[in-house]
């Protein structure tokens, strides 16, 4: 396994050596990514000062003294998807720390984190600027001057922009994490019957119980029920589909009942659900702050992260489009980190020019 991590490092690793890479990381418990970050940050800092080759072999002698001395069922695996999976966590813990970025990659303007751009808007037509984590119910009280009687029945929008998220609290209790170019609409309070809000974009919901009162969620042409229950929906407007995931408790789309690791899928255009088994506690990671693409294709993962670093991308091939990819990161992560993480694992290479990203095929 040391001889094939030194390869790796110097890239020198051919395709059958990283499968066997994949399988020996696997077998041995090693995929465990927070223990691999801890000895790289440990030995790069003001020790690197030879060749490329030698800092690799003084990274794996200190991996090796690390899990020589520990029981590797003492490690918390960070990445249980498979052994594909357990490459990307060791290219990440040393490839990225060794790999030298190309310049190029700090001409792209990442706008990321833009909390004073969420924004909530009154009935009246003013704006206030959201801070991270905001308790409306308490802002709306303070700042609202409407009777109560007409605060109650008015409709109020929270917009969070490109690059961020934001968690709000509503009066019930229901907390609620927006994600970037979503608007949830809502009442200050909600009536006796129901609780009803509008999405548009995507969120994550953990909804307060209150068997009396069902909270129902509009987006993009269907209607989910719950009563209490954790789940996440995304309707953007420029998507075919609306998705809702279910994490715990139970839902209805349309009716339609879904239980928790079930995914309901409504096409706008024939108005047709379907339903598809899910992780679906990948949802609840996102809303925690991660970035988690479960073998998704590079299609989506890149327009996903346009919406967390604002730019605008395209393929040199129709065929890179599908190329799949495992990984987990923090939101907070640079950009360059994410591009040059895919560029070790994959077939992938980017060419940066400002806010715009072209994504070309590494083998030609």
């Known amino acids: 396994m040391a001889q094939l991590l030194r390869k790796m490092v110097t890239e020198e690793l051919s395709d059958t050596e990283r499968q066997k890479l994949a399988m020996l990381i696997t077998k041995n418990n090693l995929n465990n990514q927070e223990d691999l970050n801890s ?93 991270k984590e905001a308790d409306i119910a308490s802002l709306i009280a303070q700042v609202d001057t409407l009777p109560e009687e007409k605060i109650n029945t008015k409709r109020y929008t929270i917009t969070v922009p490109l ?57 993009g042409g269907s209607i989910v029920k719950v009563l209490g229950t954790s789940f996440n929906v995304r309707a953007y407007p420029n998507e075919n589909k609306v998705e809702t995931a279910l994490v715990s408790g139970k839902v209805n789309m349309n009716n339609i009942k879904i239980t928790p690791d079930q995914m309901a899928v409504y096409d706008r255009a024939d108005q047709t659900i379907k339903i598809l088994t899910v992780n679906a ?23 996903d992260l346009s919406m967390w670093y604002n730019f605008e991308y395209d393929f040199n091939e129709e065929s890179m489009r599908n190329k799949r990819f495992r990984f987990k990161l923090s939101h907070k992560e640079d950009f360059k980190k994410i591009m040059g993480m895919m560029e070790l694992t994959g077939d992938v290479k980017f060419k940066v020019e400002d806010q715009h990203v072209l994504i070309l095929n590494k083998g030609k």
């Open 281 to 303: 506690s990948i949802y609840q990671e996102r809303a925690n702050g991660m970035f988690v693409f479960d073998n998704k294709r590079l299609e989506e993962i890149m327009y």
């Open 39 to 131: 000895i790289i940050s440990k030995v790069v800092n003001n020790k690197f000062t030879t060749t490329k080759r030698e800092s690799a072999d003084k990274v794996l002698e200190e991996i090796k003294l690390k899990f020589n001395t520990q029981r590797p069922s003492a490690l918390r695996r960070l990445l249980p998807y498979s052994a594909a999976a357990a490459v990307v966590t060791i290219m990440m813990a040393v490839g990225i720390y060794l790999t030298k970025i190309q310049s190029h990659y700090n001409n792209i303007r990442v706008e990321q984190y833009n909390v004073e751009n969420t924004t909530l808007e009154f009935p009246s037509g003013k704006t206030l600027s959201l801070k």
């Open 163 to 219: 690059g961020t998220s934001h968690t709000i609290s509503l009066k019930d209790g229901t907390n609620i994490t927006l994600f970037p170019q979503s608007k949830l609409t809502f009442p200050a309070h909600f009536n006796t019957s129901q609780r009803l809000v509008t999405l548009e974009g995507e969120a994550y919901f953990d909804v307060e119980s209150d068997p009396t009162k069902p909270f129902l969620i509009e987006a």
